[in-house]
């Protein structure tokens, strides 16, 4: 990735895209779209590629939109029938089988009530859809999904839990050498922490919220501040 | 944030714009816009939740809201939200979220000259930071006849008292298309298309502004990224 990145506005043609899709197979993600030969941008915000050939706008962005795959912390709603209504944070509410459940049956339902949070997977979504949840993989196993039970939850913008979310981010290791906790963060711009008091919570939740607000360049300064957390 | 005091501009530039992005917490995306001393908060939700009656399977489904600053919203309220939803719906890219909807706010806190151009610009701002797809931004522009016949762009609420007519034009990104056109009092049509230059020149001011607040905006996030490349680099 270059470090200066040109901003892009909805509308704007983008030629070098289409420069490339001459030669090669483009893939373009969220932000751009095809509008018969000319590569146009619906978002606002530095253009980013990744080697071969993926582009994409990284806009700022508060609400999720659903996609296949994508690892999600939801809200249980209500029971309905055979399946729980979860909100995600999208414009519909999710739904997941009470069969999408490690060793789940028809006469051993999983123990979920309203109010509960889960880490699960997204099945399905398009924008036609529902978007469906999943609490185990292919294989039937439940991995790291299912109920979180205690802990913290708060919001997020996407573009935080993305960065977050990346290989070798600098913040969790940093976080990790102060105290030990345990995290699950959301694409869905939702992450729940859990420490070993409510203190050492309440700081670190502090302090990823502070990486939003103080844009990121201070993440050495944050991590050095938690001892004044923890000692407030 | 403080209130720019009556600067002497002259009368063919527009007052000048400042905008603080997400002062919001609890929405999608908003923003704190002023030009010279009219400030307006703008907020968009979406997409979100549609009541059936609204719900369509083409596209989502716009909603506006302005608000006085004082006062309940009456009939001219309703008129400025639909001005601003005409326009919006022009940039919207509704297609991309069927069966949900766009809720757009706008709250007026000072009105001192050319609110509605104000109030459009900042629906545009909020847009673009809450990340709704569009097909362009926009950007409107408020001109006034004096009582001299000069043409005043973007007046302050003082040059306002005795204009002989007032118009405000909003333009696309991308051609420079008309999307709005408001007028009132009386002028020749010869006076009509100038002032239309005039705003359509300005218009371009404002998409750059526009594309500096969201480079400034992201600015802040690039150093991460470089630090997660080279954690060895010095900050820039």
Known sequence: MTSTSTIVMPGDR??????????????????????????????AGPLRHKEPSTFWVDNYQRRYIPARGDLVLGIVRSKAGDLYRVDIGAADTASISY??????????RPDLNPGDLIY????????????????????????????????????????LGRMLLRENCPVLAALTRELPYEIAIGVNGRIWLKAHSLRETIALANAIVALEQAGYTEIDKICDNLGDFLQA | ??????????????????????????????????????????????????????????????????????????????????????????????????????????????????????????????????????????????????????????????????????????????????????????????????????CRAASAEIFQFYRSQIAKYHGRSEAIADQKEEPSSMET
């Open chain 1, 14 to 43: 983008i030629a070098a895209i289409e420069e490339l899709a001459k030669s090669k197979r483009v893939i373009l993600g969220p932000g751009l779209r095809r509008q018969d030969e000319t590569v146009v941008a619906s978002k």
């Open chain 1, 99 to 108: 069969l999408a459940f490690e060793s789940a049956t028809k006469k051993n």
């Open chain 1, 120 to 159: 699960a997977r997204v099945l399905n979504a398009s924008a036609d859809i529902e978007p469906e949840l999943v609490c185990v993989n292919s294989v039937g196993k439940r991995g790291k999904l299912g109920l979180l039970a205690e802990g913290f939850f708060f919001k997020c913008s996407l573009n």
């Open chain 2, 1 to 198: 944030m403080n209130l720019p005091g009556k600067m002497d501009v002259e009368k063919d530039k527009l007052r000048q714009m400042h905008c603080e992005f997400n002062p919001l917490s609890r929405c999608d995306g908003s923003v704190m816009y002023s030009q010279g001393a009219t400030v307006v908060i703008a907020a968009v939700l979406g997409p979100i939740e549609v009541k059936t009656q609204n719900l369509s399977i083409d596209g989502s489904y716009l909603e506006c809201n302005y608000r006085p600053k004082a006062g309940l919203p009456q009939v001219k309220e309703r008129i400025r939200e639909a001005a601003i939803r005409d326009v919006l719906e022009l940039a919207l890219l509704a297609e991309a979220h069927p069966r949900s909807k766009m809720s757009v706010q706008v709250q007026e806190l000072e009105d001192r000259g050319s609110v509605d151009a104000c109030a459009v610009n900042s629906a545009c701002l909020a847009m673009l930071i809450g990340g709704l797809p569009l097909k362009c931004s926009f950007a409107a522009v408020h001109c006034i006849i004096n009582e001299q016949g000069e043409y005043l762009l973007d007046p302050d609420q003082s040059e306002t008292l005795h204009q002989r007519a007032s118009f405000t034009f909003a333009f696309d990104s991308v051609e420079g298309n008309l999307l709005l056109v408001q007028t009132k009092g009386a002028f020749k049509i010869a006076q009509f298309n100038d002032i239309e230059c005039l």
